[in-house]
């Protein structure tokens, strides 16, 4: 999928398991502000599974320091849609998340510390969001809304923000599953690789399905960036701009 579907499915995603203003599964339901604070945070989440290709969003959110940190995952993990798109992938980004979380500033001993940890990771998922959404044109905008949020999250005290970690996780494996419905296919159990066999190769349907490289795929939407990819991201864009607006009056209604 292209960065505009994957940050509309994150958001998407993160707005169906923890809303209670409009229709939605509702696993882990959450007061309006965490959801609203949520949804750009999921969504820049579901960016990061690309950051081991140097044209990815996030690669370019940092100039030249993005492009060489994208080198450098995309070495480590084996190249593009290996490592970073895995099951192990989904938890060490929720564990560093939560050692990341623990990373505080409390200049002059004030009582309340800032969450120095929390504030960076929202900042660096927010604006390859908003940029990926075109909510934000420019990347010098999206630092801007970025570091905005960032900073809201960092002044929350530490127990409002136990849903982080989940946060990024079901954004990143939203990522995953949005690949997964495409012909690329992923390497769920990376760094185990289990190539299709012969046999499998030449059984029409089974061969879209097991690749040869030992990934899966459902690709019912065809190839990246295909026409059904593009109905898909529109309307988890608008399911997600809906859950965003209920939440938002519903906060407003609490308040009054």
Sequence with gaps: MMGTSHAASGAAAWIALTATALPAVGVHELTPAAVLLGAPIAAGAALLP?????????????PVAG???AEVLGAVSGGHRKGMHSL??????MIGMRFLGQLVWQPGGDAEPFLLGVALAVAACTAPALKALRIARR?????????ALGAIAGLLAPEQLTWLPWCLGVGYVAHIVGDLLTTGGVPFL???RIPAPRWA??????????LRGGGVAVPVLGDTGSGREKLLALALGAYALWGICAEAATAIRLGS
Aim: charged residues 15%; positive net charge.
């Design 190 to 192: 990376w760094p185990i």
């Design 201 to 210: 190769r030449r059984t029409p349907l089974l061969r879209h399905v097991w």
């Design 67 to 69: 492009r060489l940190a």
């Design 88 to 93: 192990l992938a989904v938890v060490a980004v």
């Design 50 to 62: 690309d950051a081991d290709h140097h044209s990815a969003t996030v690669a370019r959110a940092v």
């Design 139 to 147: 990347w010098g905008p999206a630092w801007l809304g970025g570091a």
